[in-house]
């Protein structure tokens, strides 16, 4: 039986890219380096094992589909429009400002202005599967820098459209007005609003009634139609698929089954993520760059430095300190995966001479080689950076951001045992409300100009500031504060911040908000006195509203939740830092819990005084309360009569409180109990 070349072919991808990753993996190197690595050598300019490489691009292409539909699930169109500044004005500058001056740059070396300007359009694009995949392996999607590359690529994206109507014109075989391509631009946009508004109205609905079949298959089956369908419709108008995939990951994120849906699809994107990432690879010919080596250099160093300082300067221009100008600039100083599908275009046109061509793809494939190197550098790099050249306007002295618009910093003078908030987010706002309410003094930092202006209009006191600089902490006056709490979306300046406001304060208390929990360890190691991760406290709010569905009394849910709390903190935390303890007792109270127990109207209790019952010489268990609607008793006496529904409060070994529930909750047994 003859077996497919496409089988084939990803066989031999599959045998290839396991060890190559396994050794990246072992040698601490980024596994899309071993990935691009593996393209390199098993693709038609190395060892040429790979036959159908049209049909691998196309499986190629839905893993970049794949990974922008799961990006686009933990973003949202409210969020989206909060980014409207990132998107339109940086995404704008960085693309208009890239195009002149690499087009500058071609004209001075003696190439026609068309050809120049097309250049120009090859330079501008950055890698957004790479980027994206980076940062959210880094758990930075959400981190200033983050967010602000994600903007400029969202506008990348978009400009494609326009890019791609005009090569043919630059190239002189389409004599197209600029009235037709208007036309035409606007038909796509148009096109794309008409899209997000048909998904957002029709796609709710559409999930309802599957849902309600309770199918998981079915389920999966309707996702997969929406990520392709919403992608093949918005490439009818024009514009990518990615950009496609990425709306209907928006969309979706708008419902209740984005949590479900992510679940699903994540291993059908890593597999064929990790076929794009390979293709890339298989773009390189060996012997065009060792033909052309130094060639193949200076482009390189031209476009990411060049690239670099660009949206370096972008990124200060919309008010941003050194640190997260410098992190977004080395995230996208590469060429992007569709700058492929422009020299494609470009080589028809004659805009692209086959000499420029393999220069071009082997400076373009090894900018994306280093890029998560770079990405990996870039937060030592800009701190590094930031040190040796100050922001031009720093938040510490003057309110002055956003291409110079003044945000009126409040003064902080005068701050004692305060509380320091950074980060005004959901969590830092509530934060911001309680201390309000209970006259708690407070200032807030904040990197996003935008949500400051806004603040300040409401009378919030809040600073635009970055928290990992000394001197922005010593204006929120560290030294006076008395607590330091972190709501912030940035492990690497989390981590950073607390190692500064230990140093600052030894004694401010320090609390940190994290999404992850594998972020803990770091974080006391470097000084937090607590840390919170949202995945965890999220565990015990789903466990909480269960246990109410199921009508177990709050006294016993909230008992369960300080438990969990308790011994699920101290899993969590590295075993070499010692919990704090409130008294000498510890020892002696370790093997010991408490338990709640609540009489029903079966309990042969009922109508007995706690001195005939007599539970600590019948069980060695103590009874050290008792609830009684909204009154709670402390130590109640030998006289106190037992009623229906009282919530006894025992103090005990596990297994001298199994046998009091014995005792009081006959017929629960020892399955009444959960130590």
């Not at 392996?137 to 200033?144: L, Q």
């Not at 298989?282 to 031209?302: E, G, I, Q, R, Y």
């Not at 466990?543 to 709050?554: A, I, P, T």
Request: glycine content about 8%; proline content about 3%.
């Amino acid at each position: 039986m003859h077996t497919p070349q496409l089988f084939a072919d990803l066989l031999i991808i599959l045998l290839v890219s396991v060890p190559v990753a396994f050794a990246c993996l072992r040698l601490k190197l980024p596994l899309l380096v071993g990935l691009m690595l593996t393209g390199i050598v098993i693709g038609p300019y190395g060892l040429g094992l790979i036959k159908e490489l049209e049909a691998i691009e196309i499986l190629a292409e839905i893993g970049v589909m794949l990974l922008l539909f799961t990006i686009g699930l933990e973003f949202s169109l409210h969020r989206l429009r909060e980014m409207k500044r990132l998107v339109l004005v940086g995404g704008g500058l960085q693309v208009g400002l890239t195009i002149t001056a690499v087009a500058i740059v071609a004209v001075l070396f003696g190439r026609g202005l068309n050809q120049a300007v097309f250049f120009g359009f090859l330079v501008a694009l950055s890698s957004t599967a790479i980027v994206l995949k980076s940062y959210a392996e880094r758990k930075e999607t959400d981190a200033p820098h983050g967010r602000a590359g994600v903007g400029i690529l969202l506008f990348q994206d978009i400009s494609i459209v326009l890019m791609m109507l005009l090569v043919p014109v630059l190239g002189g075989k389409d004599a197209a007005s600029f009235g037709a391509v208007a036309a035409k631009l606007g038909g796509s946009l148009v096109g794309l609003i008409v899209i997000v508004a048909g998904a957002w109205f029709l796609v709710p609905v559409m999930l309802k009634q599957i849902v309600r079949l309770k199918s998981p298959e079915v389920l999966l089956l309707l996702v997969v139609l929406l990520c392709l369908g919403i992608s093949f419709v918005t490439a009818q108008f024009g514009l990518s698929l990615a950009l496609g995939a990425f709306i209907a990951g928006m969309v979706l994120a708008e419902s209740d089954f984005s949590h479900q849906v992510t679940a699903d699809i994540l291993p059908f994107r890593d597999v064929f993520n990790s076929i794009f990432f390979v293709s890339i690879g298989m773009l390189l010919s060996l012997s065009a760059l060792f033909d052309n080596l130094f060639t193949v250099f200076l482009w390189v160093v031209f476009l990411v430095i060049g690239k670099s300082l660009i949206i370096w300067a972008v990124i200060q221009l919309l008010g941003f300190p050194q640190r997260v100008a410098v992190m977004t600039a080395l995230g996208l100083a590469q060429i992007g995966e569709f700058s492929f599908v422009l020299a494609k275009a470009g080589r028809a046109a004659d805009l692209l001479p086959d000499s420029d061509y393999q220069s071009f793809l082997a400076a373009s494939i090894i900018s994306m080689i280093i890029t998560p190197f770079m990405i990996a550098a870039a937060p030592q790099f800009g701190y590094l950076v930031q040190r040796f050249v100050p922001d031009k306007k720093s938040s510490a002295e003057n309110g002055e951001t956003e291409a110079g618009e003044d945000l009126h910093i409040t003064s902080t003078g005068g701050l004692n045992n305060h509380v320091i908030i950074v980060g005004y987010g959901l969590n830092g706002r509530n934060l911001a409300r309680v201390l309000r309410a209970v006259m708690v003094s407070y200032t807030i930092l904040e990197l996003n100009a935008e949500v400051v202006r806004e603040a300040k209009q409401k009378g919030e006191k809040i600073n635009f500031g970055d928290a990992t600089r000394r001197e922005v902490l010593h204006h929120a006056a560290i030294e006076n504060a008395n607590a330091l709490v972190l709501a912030m979306s940035d492990p690497q300046a989390a981590r950073r911040t607390v190692k500064q406001a230990r140093e600052l304060n030894e004694k401010i208390y320090i609390v940190v908000r994290t999404r992850y929990t594998s972020e803990i360890t770091e974080l006391l190691k470097f000084g937090a006195d607590e840390v919170i991760p949202e995945e965890f406290e999220t565990s015990i709010e789903i466990f909480s509203r269960v246990l109410l569905r199921y009508g177990v009394d709050r006294h016993t849910i909230e008992n369960q939740i300080e438990r969990v709390r308790r011994q699920g903190y101290e899993m969590l935390r590295s075993p070499s830092i010692q919990r704090v303890e409130m008294s000498n007792l510890n020892a002696a109270l370790q093997a010991a819990t408490t338990e709640t127990v609540k009489l029903n109207q079966t309990s042969p209790a009922i109508g007995k005084n706690l001195g005939e019952l007599n539970l600590r010489n019948a069980t060695g268990a103590t009874l050290i309360a008792v609830v009684r609607g909204d009154d709670t008793k402390i130590g109640p006496g030998a006289n106190y009569k037992l009623q229906e529904n009282d919530i006894l409060i025992l103090f005990g070994k596990p297994e001298k409180i199994e046998q009091a529930v014995e005792i009081l909750q006959p017929e629960m047994g020892t399955g009444g109990f959960n130590p």
